[in-house]
């Protein structure tokens, strides 16, 4: 009896040291935070480095070759890309993988982008940390995207904070010819729009705990060190927009955070057949489609349904001179169903600036450029203000009552 006690003691206390050791490991400051100091800083890579060796990129060498390549590395015969990929020799849909293992590759930028209007659901924009900030001379902005699987990012990332990334094991690539941050993943969705199309490999969401693990934070948010390049459409026709078919510039582009003045809504979507076209009024009647913006895609809203394919939805802005671009909402976005303000209203628009092509065709419209905006406090802002004249209160749609008049 004492021996068979004496050994269901020895197994508890086995078992007891057993959980013990197998709690997770508590995270440290440096585990979360990175130095603000850069000699610190630079300490503290060397130290988490083979033989100290690692680099900073910046954005723009991160999506250039030898890490992005034209075709990608994870290309084969038995893992091909989607379909549609292709536009003439180059590659709308890529992935490179970043080696695991060796010196450290680095990038460091500001979070420019806020999930909590749903906009960017699961997704970041990162502005490169560089002379602005400091005061020096002015530099084209770098900005890249990043697909991580992770909701109410804002919680842990908010707009205006400063992050280090180390992106061994991760990969570049490009999605619709919009380079971001990833990891590879493969789609088989026999119920999505064009499924033969879209099988196979694209870049993918990070998950969660990895991306985690591999991002630090620097220091505490500022959103006003973020940089917005400020200009008429017309200038932004100029220097962006009539580029419509340089696929490779628009990669460098895509990203870049803008605000467009002198801008109204023109109360019209992009149609792939005849162009821009004009978006259905509703007429408060619940026994039609026409309008309603739970069952019409082209309603006179931000972000009517898609039926859950989950496209971007589009609808167009314009100057006095009809100079226009595309501003892009989910219909996941928490103004997805406000009605578009109506032409009276100018004022401005902050937000991502994208050239998202998917098919391999081009738009001779540029219907490939847009904007996205995060919230609905980044359009018309002006025209929102208690003393604006006229001023736009955002509506919502409502089953059983008609769209305010213009």
């Not at 094991?169 to 999505?192: K, T």
């Not at 937000?351 to 738009?363: C, E, I, Q, S, T």
């Not at 919230?375 to 802002?381: A, M, S, V």
Request: aromatic letters at 10%; glycine letters at 10%; proline letters at 6%.
């Amino acid at each position: 009896m004492k021996i068979s006690k004496y050994i269901s003691y020895i197994v508890l206390c086995t078992l007891i040291l057993s959980l013990v050791s197998c709690e997770p490991k508590a995270l440290t400051e440096n585990d979360v935070f990175a130095p603000t100091d850069e000699a610190a800083l630079a300490e503290m890579l060397k130290a988490e480095n083979p033989d100290g060796q690692y680099k900073i990129y910046n954005i723009n060498s991160l999506i250039s070759e030898p890490f992005m390549t034209e075709q990608g590395n994870f290309k084969s015969d038995s893992s091909l890309y989607r379909t549609r990929s292709k536009y003439g020799n180059y590659e709308l849909f890529s992935i490179d993988t970043l080696p695991t293992h060796g010196p450290g590759i680095y990038i460091r930028g500001r979070v420019a982008t806020d999930d909590y209007g749903g906009n960017f659901y699961k997704s970041l924009v990162i502005q490169q940390v560089n002379d602005w900030e400091n005061g020096g001379a002015s530099i084209d902005q770098q900005c890249l995207r990043i697909s991580v699987d992770m909701g109410s990012a804002n919680g842990q990332f908010p707009q205006g904070q400063e992050i280090l990334i180390r992106c061994n094991g991760l990969a570049i690539g490009r999605y619709a010819n919009e380079p971001q941050l990833c990891v590879p993943s493969y789609n088989n969705n026999i119920f999505a729009s064009s499924y033969s199309e879209k099988t196979g490999w694209a870049p993918g969401r990070i998950p969660s705990g990895v991306f985690r693990k591999a991002t630090r934070l620097i220091g505490t948010p500022d959103k006003a060190k973020l940089v917005y390049e400020t200009m008429s459409l017309a200038e932004m026709k100029t220097k962006y927009l009539n580029n419509f078919a340089d696929i490779v510039a628009a990669r460098k582009i895509d990203g870049r955070l803008v605000k467009v003045t002198g801008v109204h809504f023109s109360g019209k979507y992009d149609d792939l057949e005849k162009g821009p076209t004009l978006c259905n009024h509703y007429n408060g009647s619940d026994t039609t489609d026409d309008g309603n913006p739970e069952l019409d895609k082209n309603a006179c809203v931000f972000g009517p349904t898609t039926g859950n394919v989950g496209y971007p939805q589009s609808r167009y802005v314009e100057d006095a001179s009809g100079n226009k671009v595309l501003i892009s909402s989910s219909e996941y976005a928490r103004y997805a169903y406000y009605y578009l303000p109506a032409a009276k209203y100018v004022g401005s628009i902050t937000g991502v600036l994208g050239y998202y092509m998917d098919n391999g065709k081009y738009d001779p419209d540029g219907g490939e450029w847009s904007i996205t905006p995060c919230n609905i406090g980044d359009i018309l802002p002006e025209c929102q203000k208690e003393d604006a004249d006229p001023r736009w209160i955002p509506t919502e749609w409502k089953l059983g009552t008609p769209q305010p008049e213009d």
